[in-house]
C-alpha cells in the first residue's frame, strides 16, 4: 500500500501494518470450518483506503457486514460456530481457564452440533497458534491487555450462557413461528452456578439476567402498563438465542 501510494513514510507504513493485522482478528472473528471449507468467511468485507491530495497514503478503514449471526447458537453436524471459541479454549492459560471456569476439553452446547456431535477434531494445535496470533494482532491494532481479555471475558460469558438451561444437551433448531407444538406454561429450570458465572463475565447482574431470559413482559390492553408473565421453554430458548 505505501509502495502504490508513492511514500514510505512511517506514517503510511503503521496504516499499511494495522490493516494487514486486522485479517487475523477477521478470520477468528467471522470464519467457520464448514463441510467445504474449514476457513469459510461467513461475513461480507469492505476494504476502504485513503489518500491525500499528494497521492500519500494517510488512512484506511475496514467495514464488515451480514455476519451469520444465527451459527454463533446453531451449526450443523462436522461444522464449527467461529473459530474464535476453539482458539479461546485452546489459547488462553490453565489459570485463566480457571478464573473464568472453563476447561479445555469440556463438551459446551455452544460449540455442539445441531444433531449433538461433540466438537470437530483436528483443529487443537492450528487453534492453539491462531489464537497467540489473535492477541497479538489485536495489540497491534491498538487494544491493551485489559481490553483484550474484557473482549474475551464476554466471549467466554457466551460459553456459559449456552449452557444456563438445565437439561438441555442440545440446541433448539426449530425456528420460530415454525408451528410445532409449544410447551404450554412448562417451567424452564436454570443452573444458578451457570448463570451466576455467565452474568459476571458478561458484566450483568444474575438475576437482572435471568429474570430477562425466562419472563417476558406483556401489554395491558386499555392501559400504559405491562406485566411479566413466564416464558415457555421453547420463547426462553428463542430469547437465550437472540440474546
Avoid at 82 to 87: D, I, N, Q, T, V
Avoid at 145 to 164: K, Y
Avoid at 173 to 189: H, K, Y
Wanted: some cysteine; glycine content about 8%.
Amino acid at each position: 500500500l505505501a509502495y502504490a501510494s508513492g511514500t514510505t513514510s512511517a506514517h503510511a507504513g503503521s496504516i499499511q501494518a494495522r490493516v494487514l493485522r486486522a485479517q487475523p482478528i477477521l478470520e477468528s472473528m467471522g470464519n467457520a470450518a464448514t463441510m467445504r471449507n474449514s476457513n469459510s468467511s461467513r461475513f461480507g468485507k469492505y476494504n476502504r483506503i485513503f489518500f491525500d491530495e499528494a497521492g500519500a497514503l494517510v488512512d484506511a478503514g475496514i467495514t464488515t457486514y451480514l455476519l451469520e449471526s444465527s451459527r454463533v447458537v446453531v451449526h450443523s453436524e462436522r461444522e464449527r460456530t467461529y473459530h474464535c471459541f476453539y482458539e479461546m479454549l485452546r489459547g488462553l492459560t490453565d489459570e485463566t481457564l480457571e478464573k473464568w471456569g472453563l476447561e479445555r476439553d469440556k463438551r459446551y452446547r455452544l460449540l455442539t452440533s445441531s444433531s449433538g456431535e461433540a466438537m470437530v477434531s483436528g483443529f487443537e494445535s492450528r487453534d492453539a497458534a491462531n489464537f497467540a496470533r489473535m492477541c497479538d494482532a489485536l495489540k497491534g491494532i491498538g487494544m491493551d491487555s485489559e481490553e483484550v481479555d474484557n473482549m474475551f471475558s464476554i466471549l467466554a460469558g457466551l460459553i456459559h450462557l449456552g449452557d444456563v438451561e438445565k437439561g438441555a444437551t442440545t440446541p433448539d433448531v426449530s425456528p420460530q413461528g415454525s408451528g410445532e407444538e409449544d410447551d404450554g406454561d412448562a417451567p424452564v429450570e436454570l443452573s444458578e452456578e451457570v448463570l451466576e458465572r455467565a452474568a459476571m463475565l458478561l458484566g450483568m447482574e444474575a438475576s437482572e439476567l435471568g429474570s430477562r431470559l425466562t419472563k417476558k413482559k406483556v401489554a395491558v390492553r386499555g392501559r400504559k402498563s405491562f406485566h411479566e408473565v413466564a416464558r415457555s421453554t421453547t420463547n426462553f430458548r428463542h430469547a437465550l438465542q437472540s440474546f
